[in-house]
């Protein structure tokens, strides 16, 4: 028996549920903040992530399913999605125009590491990116929006922030950081690869003997400019004047090396010790970085299995209204059938081609979760009606058919 490969995984009868609800809250949501639904390739050269996503992450060290295809072209699954959405942004020239994007993505993201409960080799992710919006109002806006997410999901989770400042905000932060590194020992080897390459790469490390060695790091705060510090404030005060609540974190730098100004994420101990569920911020020089003009961008990204596994242990009711249709004779399959198509205009039939006893059906029915039962038998074929039983209120009665779209 062929099995699935290690770390991909079927998502099938309540995960699937669960995977589409997920979904259309985030579609929901994202459209009514003005966010507009594109498609992006699952596979890119590899040099886009090399780039943008950068050396020093355990991304590009570690974990992306690279390889060389039959055009002798090194290309690569996605390892995240906004990589590939400022790709997109960039070549279809939206940046020589100075556009205002907004467009939402989900789909699967690839990285070759450990599978476990809630991280798998392929997972899925749901994305939105904002590009051309300069005013810090949209990193509130979007952190908002991911805000009304969780709490229409019904997920409980803590909001983190911090700012990483502009080019010449990390520049002094990076060598007062790199001093401090310098005079400590006992570093896990991916935290020197780390000096080495981006030393703010170090205070994201999740090593507890690390932790303890940068527990009096340099902070980022304190090396903020006049204009940098002014939009970190405006975020906070939207985020504030909106009841939303936050925790000022000085080591949250997110896992990508693109972020500047903002970074959030939201954390959730549903599954695991304050594990992050979602998060992003501001990536203004990536545009820029990857060949495109000046601009600005802000966007996040949430685990959706991560969510589905919070899902799991709430309460939902998977009912959708299921209409069971079937014959006790195989002579009224083909006038049924008829009456199947007719009924899914509006609503979800599903129709049984068997004839069988009614016992049987009603048994398949309940299997299905159906809420209404149809059947024809002699007595509703002979007055062109059917039986009609509502499964969860246990009603009962008989149907015309010439009424039926009326009477459900």
Same mark, same amino acid.
């Given at each position: 028996? @062929?099995?699935?490969?290690?770390? &991909? ?17 985030? +579609? ?26 950068? +050396? #020093? ?17 090194? /290309? ?7 990589? %590939? ?11 020589? !125009? ?17 599978? !476990?409960? %809630? ?5 899925? !992710? ?11 109002? +949209? ?5 908002? &929006?991911?805000?009304? @997410?969780? !709490? ?17 905000? &990390? ?77 000022? =974190? ?16 939201? /954390? ?8 992050? @569920? ?8 990536? @545009? ?40 006790? =004779? ?40 159906? #809420?209404?039962?149809?059947? &024809? ?32």
């Amino acid at each position: 028996m @062929i099995k699935a490969i290690k770390g &991909m995984k079927d998502i099938e009868e309540k995960e699937a549920f669960l995977y589409k609800k997920i979904i259309t809250v985030c +579609e929901e949501i994202a459209t009514n903040y003005g966010f507009h639904f594109v498609n992006l390739p699952h596979l890119e050269f590899t040099n886009l992530f090399k780039r943008t996503v950068g +050396e #020093s992450s355990d991304i590009v060290g570690k974990e992306m399913y690279e390889f060389i295809d039959k055009g002798e072209n090194e /290309v690569c699954l996605r390892p995240e999605g906004t990589a %590939g959405a400022v790709r997109a942004y960039i070549e279809h020239k939206f940046d020589k !125009q100075g556009s205002i994007k907004k467009w939402f993505y989900h789909g699967s993201m690839f990285r070759y590491e450990r599978p !476990q409960k %809630g991280r798998l080799r392929e997972f899925h !992710q749901f994305g939105v990116e904002s590009f051309g919006e300069a005013s810090a109002y +949209e990193d509130a806006n979007v952190i908002l &929006m991911l805000n009304e @997410i969780l !709490q229409k999901l019904k997920i409980k989770a803590k909001l983190k922030i911090n700012s990483l400042g502009c080019q010449n905000c &990390m520049k002094d932060f990076r060598e007062k950081l790199l001093v401090f590194l310098n005079s400590k020992e006992g570093f896990c080897d991916d935290c020197l690869r780390r000096i080495k390459l981006n030393p703010i790469r170090v205070l994201d490390c999740k090593n507890d003997n690390c932790a303890k060695l940068i527990d009096k790091h340099p902070k980022m705060s304190e090396c903020l400019c006049e204009e940098c510090k002014k939009d970190f404030d405006l975020v906070k005060k939207v985020l504030k004047d909106n009841d939303l609540e936050y925790e000022l =974190d000085d080591r949250l730098v997110r896992g990508l090396d693109y972020y500047n100004k903002t970074a959030f994420e939201f /954390v959730s101990d549903e599954v695991g010790a304050k594990s992050s @569920i979602a998060g992003g911020g501001r990536y203004d020089k990536l @545009i820029e970085y990857l060949g495109g003009k000046k601009g600005y961008g802000v966007g996040f990204a949430l685990g959706i299995e991560r969510f589905m596994s919070i899902l799991e242990k709430q309460e939902i009711n998977e009912e959708e209204d299921l209409i069971y249709l079937c014959s006790l =004779d195989k002579l009224y399959i083909d006038e049924l059938f008829k009456i199947a198509i007719r009924l899914r205009r509006n609503k979800k039939v599903f129709f049984s081609y068997e004839a069988k006893k009614l016992v049987k059906h009603l048994s398949n029915a309940d299997n299905l979760k159906a #809420s209404i039962f149809l059947c &024809m038998g002699e007595n509703e074929a002979r007055n062109q009606s059917l039986f009609y039983k509502h499964l969860k209120k246990k009603e009962e009665k008989q149907i015309l058919i010439k009424n039926l779209e009326y009477e459900l």
